[in-house]
């Protein structure tokens, strides 16, 4: 997962750690509560990046280009080392990974069901637009994680370069038929909706996730900061479509 350096959210004001982000995993984990929310947190993480992995392969065979079917493959390998990274810190806290992601399986390939692209552009718009959602909002929680957690989550969202390449060939495409624009408009809109109902629909299902992201476990964000993340995260979007040369 990534986000093109110009076009992060906006980052919640630095504040010196407290409570559990200003812990480590030793120490931190000692809470059950918590110990259960990171290990929904990375079961989350893991599935998303297996399922990058397998779409970036799959948007490699639309490529119109050999060199564009190289830099897909390129950046799908990239996905899964980012998912083998979490697997083994899974096994590292005695957390099975397939149990791990198992409850956000059915979630996130009803999302890719339902966001089936029908072309190389609309393949390029999801990988960008969805992606970037699950990466802000990702980054929005490492803020509250202890440090080792945080550390591990933050380096898989590191860019894996797929933003960017997303940004030149849908402005190319644009430039090239200006018609393309307003299709890929309405389909990166559809895709902002259910990226945010499919992120609600995974925090309400689990409780330990639910429960740190509303301040129950070590400091979270309560219910007004919640609302702020998902107003920054928009905000965000809007500024992607902007970089795609989209009306958001």
């Given at each position: 997962m990534e986000t093109p350096h110009n076009a992060t959210a906006p980052a919640p004001a630095a504040e010196e750690p407290t409570g559990i982000a200003a812990q480590d995993w030793a120490t931190?984990?000692?809470?059950?509560?918590?110990?259960?929310?990171?290990?929904?947190?990375?079961?989350?993480?893991?599935?998303?990046?297996?399922?990058?992995?397998?779409?970036?392969?799959?948007?490699?065979?639309?490529?119109?280009t050999l060199a564009d079917k190289a830099a897909l493959a390129k950046m799908a390998s990239a996905e899964f080392q980012h998912f083998e990274r979490l697997n083994e810190r899974l096994r590292a806290v005695d957390a099975e990974p397939t149990d791990a992601m198992e409850p956000f399986a059915k979630?996130?390939?009803?999302?890719?069901?339902?966001?089936?692209?029908?072309?190389?552009?609309?393949?390029?718009?999801?990988?960008?637009?969805?992606?970037?959602?699950?990466?802000d909002f990702y980054r929005e929680v490492a803020a509250r994680l202890d440090t080792d957690t945080r550390a591990l989550v933050l380096a898989v969202l590191d860019d894996t370069g797929h933003g960017n390449f997303a940004v030149e060939k849908v402005r190319a495409a644009i430039e090239a038929e200006p018609r393309v624009g307003g299709r890929l408009a309405l389909w990166a809109r559809r895709l902002m909706g259910e990226a945010l109902s499919q992120a609600q629909r995974v925090?309400?299902?689990?409780?330990?996730?639910?429960?740190?992201?509303?301040?129950?476990?070590?400091?979270?964000?309560?219910?007004?900061?919640?609302?702020?993340?998902?107003s920054r995260i928009t905000e965000a979007h809007t500024k992607r479509m902007a970089a795609l040369g989209l009306a958001a």
């Open positions: 931190a984990s000692a809470e059950p509560q918590y110990r259960a929310a990171v290990v929904d947190l990375l079961g989350a993480l893991a599935y998303g990046e297996l399922a990058a992995f397998e779409r970036l392969a799959d948007d490699a065979k639309l490529a119109p979630a996130l390939d009803d999302f890719h069901r339902l966001t089936a692209p029908s072309d190389w552009l609309e393949g390029l718009v999801k990988a960008y637009v969805g992606d970037s959602i699950a990466s925090v309400a299902d689990r409780d330990a996730l639910s429960t740190m992201l509303v301040g129950g476990v070590g400091g979270g964000f309560d219910l007004a900061e919640v609302g702020r993340m998902f």
